[in-house]
């Protein structure tokens, strides 16, 4: 069975562009996640789904991100515009009713802002 | 605010040996969680305790979660290159599976 699916696995883009990250979580799983992890913060939740439905956006940065779930199959977290400091992995993770508490995590997609 | 704090950041050892790690915090756990990450992946869940006091094994991993709930300890016994890795301990103070995660201890297991 596929995992939980990002793209793209590497993007470098310029000060000021628009970064689109996409993901595509397990099939049946109707919770998702997205995550940052630097060197400095760790693991950072940013915002979570339930049901294509955001329920908790508190860890969103700033108003540049933004994400969006049309469906359960596929999620977006859009920076825009893009600064040096959004340089990160992030990381999208889903799981299910009954197994809430095991969060299947994507290999990630390293961000480089120059 | 970070709410957990993991001992220590680095640790590099010999095949063989045991270790330790450590996962603190002031605030009380709904349950806590382990995780493994290896470069270039993300993490990977090795378990989840809820109740004070409960230890979990998985094969060389003892997993310990504090009476209090507020700590968790990993013993690795006979630690082998395949460990090496990131150790995050992720807690839900909410019972929402909202899990905040530590910064974790970087394990390098030298053959």
């Known amino acids: 069975d596929a995992g939980v699916i990002q793209s793209p696995r590497h993007e470098v883009t310029e000060m000021g562009q628009e970064v689109t990250l996409r993901c595509k979580p397990i099939s049946g799983h109707n919770s998702l996640f997205w995550y940052r992890q630097t060197m400095m913060r760790g693991l950072e939740l940013l915002i979570y789904f339930n049901n294509n439905v955001p329920i908790d956006d508190s860890g969103m940065p700033e108003d540049r991100f933004s994400a969006k779930m049309p469906n359960a199959s596929f999620s977006t977290l859009k920076i825009q515009p893009s600064e040096p400091r959004d340089s990160a992995v992030y990381f999208c993770?889903?799981?299910?009713?009954?197994?809430?508490?095991?969060?299947?995590f994507g290999p990630g997609t390293r961000l480089l802002v120059l | 605010t970070q709410l957990l704090e993991q001992s220590p950041q680095f640790l590099s050892i010999q095949e063989g040996e045991n270790l330790t790690v450590y996962c603190n915090s002031s605030?009380?756990?709904?349950?806590l969680q382990w995780y493994r990450q290896e470069p270039g992946e993300g993490p990977v869940l090795l378990v989840t305790?809820?109740?004070?006091?409960e230890v979990k094994k998985l094969k060389r991993l003892t997993f310990q979660f504090g009476d209090a709930r507020k700590d968790s300890s990993l013993h690795i016994t006979a630690a082998q290159p395949g460990d090496t890795g990131l150790y995050l301990c992720?807690?839900?103070?909410?019972?929402?599976?909202?899990?905040?995660f530590g910064t974790g201890t970087r394990l390098k297991v030298l053959a």
């Open positions: 605030s009380v756990f709904s349950s």
């Open positions: 305790v809820v109740t004070g006091g």
């Open positions: 993770a889903s799981s299910s009713t009954s197994g809430r508490e095991t969060q299947y």
């Open positions: 992720a807690g839900d103070t909410s019972g929402t599976y909202k899990y905040i």
